[in-house]
């Protein structure tokens, strides 16, 4: 058994999230473990870019209201204690709300060439209204 030290907060790169959000990674396994985990925490209307996940990725929200939103137009609204499973290679992003703060833990699995995550194109103004507006199921 080992106690890890909690690592310092970071703010997330601007090149890969809109707006203010902060990561403090939990876990990030050694040989054979592939797992990562992080807690992030999103401001009201932060994002993340369009981005996929080679080995999918699991969202469990602890606090706020977010966003999961995939190319195809499905918009899923995260509550404390949901759970969202995007699968490998699905282009998605997720985020908070206009009107309030997100956090969630981020779980996934490495590769063997990094955390598996490849990095699109920001979402638009336009994308980003349309799925705070979407009457997605609680």
């Known amino acids: 058994m080992e106690r890890k030290p909690v690592t310092p ?29 992080s807690l992030v925490r999103f401001t009201p209307s932060a994002h993340t870019n369009w981005h996929s996940h080679a080995v999918g990725q699991t969202l469990h929200v602890t606090d706020g209201i977010g ?9 899923i609204r995260m509550r404390p204690g ?7 290679g699905e282009e998605h992003w997720h985020g908070a709300t206009e009107e309030n ?6 779980m996934l699995e490495g590769t063997a060439d990094g ?6 194109e920001p ?11 979407s009457q997605s199921p609680s």
Not at 115 to 120: E, F, H, N, S
Not at 123 to 133: G, H, I, P, S
Request: glycine fraction near 6%.
């Open 123 to 133: 979402v638009t103004d336009e994308e980003y209204r349309k799925a705070n507006q």
């Open 67 to 75: 966003l999961v939103v995939t190319r195809d137009g499905t918009v």
């Open 115 to 120: 955390d598996g995550t490849t990095w699109l």
């Open 82 to 88: 949901d759970t969202v499973y995007t699968p490998p």
């Open 9 to 37: 907060t970071a703010k997330a790169p601007a090149s890969n999230f809109t707006g203010d959000v902060y990561v403090n990674p939990v876990y990030r396994g050694e040989a054979p473990s592939r797992m990562i985990v």
């Open 101 to 106: 703060f997100m956090c969630h833990l981020a």
